[in-house]
T-cell receptor, first 115, second 112 residues
Framework: DAGVIQSPRHEVTEMGQEVTLRCKPI?????LFWYRQTMMRGLELLIY????????DSGMPEDRFSAKMPNASFSTLKIQPSEPRDSAVYFC?????????????FGDGTRLSIL | KNQVEQSPQSLIILEGKNCTLQ??????????LRWYKQDTGRGPVSLTI?????NTKSNGRYTATLDADTKQSSLHITASQLSDSASYIC???????????FGSGTRLSIRP
């Protein structure tokens, strides 16, 4: 099992640039989650999808953030325009959400630095 | 206010010793509680998941307990190993598992 795959692993860019983070969930999983982790705020849920449909995006910080899931095997998180305060590690996770006790499987994250 | 609090914030113990990490929560209605282990530079990995009716769940040397009355959970690590050095995060789901709150984590360091 390949696990959740995120790309890129590291991204450094200047403020104002568009940033796109990518995620391939585990095959067969029907729920996908995007998280952000910082030293100050810990892990925060940004948005999650169920069967490719966004269910709860209340954690998305502002309109500069958008997420899509065009099919069951791919999702993107886009920041446009990026700002230095967006610097964080962004995690994608997937699960098989027919039962409440199913674990989420996390990717190894994208470390984003906005200069 | 829905909250998850973990203690201690950090802990250092000698290899081979046992330790217990605490998680207190104030969410309603409770759905489930999970403990994750996060190694430096990696994503969190699920250790245990407990629903309302479960009091104890083990995963190797890791044993989690849940007291739904007092809204407390603990993670007990037996015979610690150097590889146990990591952050341990308590995560509580509520409102039919549609909402989720993360604790700030306990950073555990195992010394040889």
């Amino acid at each position: 099992d390949a696990g959740v795959i995120q790309s890129p692993r590291h991204e450094v860019t200047e403020m104002g640039q568009e940033v796109t983070l990518r995620c391939k969930p585990i095959s067969g999983h029907n729920s996908l989650f995007w998280y952000r982790q910082t030293m100050m705020r810990g892990l925060e849920l940004l948005i999650y999808f169920n069967n490719n449909v966004p269910i709860d995006d209340s954690g998305m910080p502002e309109d500069r953030f958008s997420a899509k899931m065009p099919n069951a095997s791919f999702s993107t998180l886009k920041i446009q325009p990026s700002e230095p305060r967006d610097s964080a590690v962004y995690f994608c996770a997937s699960s098989f959400r027919t039962r409440r006790d199913q674990p989420q499987h996390f990717g190894d994250g994208t470390r984003l630095s906005i200069l | 206010k829905n909250q998850v609090e973990q203690s201690p914030q950090s802990l250092i113990i000698l290899e081979g010793k046992n330790c217990t990490l605490q998680c207190n929560y104030t969410v309603s209605p409770f759905s489930n509680l999970r403990w994750y282990k996060q190694d430096t530079g990696r994503g969190p990995v699920s250790l245990t998941i407990m629903t309302f009716s479960e009091n104890t769940k083990s995963n190797g040397r890791y044993t989690a307990t849940l007291d739904a009355d007092t809204k407390q959970s603990s993670l007990h690590i037996t015979a610690s190993q150097l590889s146990d050095s990591a952050s341990y995060i308590c995560v509580v789901s509520y409102s039919s598992a549609s909402k989720i709150i993360f604790g700030s984590g306990t950073r555990l360091s195992i010394r040889p």
